[in-house]
């Protein structure tokens, strides 16, 4: 991804940043700009919301073959976690061996690094997860 | 109208390195360093923890603790000897991260382990000089690092990470800084040169002409201004590149240990830099009461001192200081690892395509 692109993502990435729709009150993550429930009644009144970062986690994978860039967090964890609010979210869990995680698990919103270009571009944060 | 600390918080990375494990590697007795440095343990950040993530987590956490909108913060300031980037600041990652951006001033400070006090001054003046030309009600000071030592270095021992910042303003204010004096001179005890991986110093120079002349002269021109003197405190807090110097200069400008010991952090996670003395003043703060009087004194190489007289307020006993984790708390999750997962986790190895 271009350095453009992530920084069009940056609320996303940094703060949870979804939308509320403002007529049922349902939270999305990532943002939308239209309601699926309210549809076209939601046009024009999808608000910004920023997700508190509390979920538990819903299901699991330890990864051993990693993505460029993650040879030194072998074997990390990936995790689909419902935030408080509802929404699913996937995110990496740190800060614990594999061992330490089940379904059910409460965790919180860390910020850490993402991603970088090499040693020259530009580095990526946002959210991960650890255990509460 | 007093200013002073509205709110604090502090992130410490979890994972923890013995100086037996580097002692062993080196052919050294790591454990009698350990006892000679006054260090039983050091925080090592993961690979994907920098000065930027640590200092956005402490930002975090220190608004969590006060009802005070981030759009109302009118400076951020990052001290730092490890900023991620050379040329791009930390302070903007800060900004965006804890949703103060767009509106406010914001910059990377660096003067080793003092950057974080620089930047409280920075912020007092600030918000001291607040009116309608300067409308700034509260000022961001973090002081955030994750330091290296070569590996062999004494250095290894103590260089670690963590960070800490403060809230300053005029209102909801739970300690008044009531004065901050500074003592700076040319003094080369610890220097890195531009695009090095680590830091030099001068052995044995950086303790008499450097570290305890530069606390002394602060703390005593301190307490002349103030009319006060050791017996005035309930507690004083100084700069711990190690867990030792710290109890040395303490007692030698007439302090006892019932008052040095609350502030003393390095024992616990190593000297975590710009973040060394901050994190025990956050410390004192979790435990201080309305009354209680603490003088701070921060010592950076190269070679500066910061000294603050600090009154803490009765709005100390409203502050929800229970919303983020206290010092002690946040310390105790160490998660122990070896000097091998240690070098990897500093970037330490050479891997392929580098």
């Known amino acids: 991804m271009g350095v453009a692109r992530y920084w ?35 046009l024009g009144k999808m608000e910004k919301y920023h997700f508190k970062g509390f979920g538990k986690v819903t299901s699991f994978t330890v990864v051993h073959d990693p993505a460029p860039g993650y040879r030194s967090q072998v074997p990390y964890i990936l995790a689909t976690i419902e935030l408080e609010e509802g929404d699913l979210v996937l995110g990496q869990i740190v800060d614990c061996p594999p061992s330490e995680v089940e379904i059910g698990s409460d965790v919180e919103m860390v910020f850490r690094k993402l991603s970088e270009e090499g040693k020259s571009g530009t580095i990526q944060y946002g959210y991960k997860f650890r255990l509460k | 109208m007093g200013s002073g600390i509205v709110s604090y918080g502090v992130y410490v990375p979890r994972y923890r390195i013995y100086p037996k494990d580097i002692g062993r590697i080196w052919g050294q007795d790591g454990a009698a360093m350990g006892k000679a440095l006054n260090i039983n343990a050091k925080s090592v950040p993961a690979p994907d923890e920098d000065a930027a993530t640590i200092a956005v987590m402490a930002a975090r956490r220190t608004l969590l603790r006060v009802d005070v909108d981030p759009q109302e913060i009118g400076a951020i300031f990052v001290g730092s000897e490890s900023h991620p980037y050379a040329v791009k600041p930390t302070a903007s990652i800060v900004s965006e991260a804890i949703g103060a ?42 002081g955030s690092d994750t330091s290296q030592g070569a590996p062999g270095n004494a250095l290894e021992y103590s260089a670690s990470a963590g960070g800490v910042a403060f809230l300053l303003g005029h209102e909801k204010v739970i300690a008044d800084i009531e004065l901050t004096m500074s003592y700076t001179t040319d003094t080369p005890d610890f220097w890195r040169r531009e695009g090095m991986k680590y830091p030099s110093h ?25 009319g006060t003197g050791p017996q005035d405190y309930e507690y004083a807090v100084f700069h711990q590149p190690n867990g030792k110097f710290p109890i040395t200069i303490g007692k030698k400008l007439g302090f006892k240990m019932e008052q040095i010991e609350t502030g003393l952090i390095t024992p616990y996670i190593g000297n975590t830099y710009s973040a060394s003395m901050m994190i025990g003043l956050a410390n004192i703060l ?44 946040e310390i105790s999750h160490g998660i122990p690892i070896d000097y091998s997962i240690y070098v990897k986790f500093r970037d330490k190895i050479k891997m392929e395509g580098e």
Do not use: W
Request: hydrophobic share 35%; with cysteine; net charge positive.
């Open chain 1, 8 to 42: 069009r993502q940056q609320d996303q990435r940094y703060n949870l940043g979804g939308s509320k729709c403002t007529i049922c009150n349902r939270e999305f993550f990532p943002s939308r700009t239209m309601c699926p429930i309210c549809h076209r009644r939601s």
């Open chain 2, 202 to 226: 001068g052995e044995r120079f950086t303790g008499k002409p450097a570290y305890f002349k530069h606390i002394q002269e602060t703390a005593e021109k301190m307490m002349r201004s103030m």
């Open chain 2, 101 to 142: 951006a767009p509106h406010l001033t914001a910059a990377d400070l660096e003067f080793a382990c003092k950057a974080g006090t620089v930047g409280m001054q920075a912020c007092l003046g600030l918000i001291n000089s607040s009116n309608k030309n300067i409308p700034i009600d509260y000022a961001l000071a973090i």
């Open chain 2, 286 to 329: 979790d435990k201080a009461k309305p009354g209680d009087r603490i003088l701070a004194v921060s010592y950076g190489s190269g070679a500066g001192s910061d000294g603050f007289h600090i009154v803490v307020k009765d709005e100390i006993e409203r502050f929800a200081r229970e919303r983020s984790p206290l010092v002690m708390e």
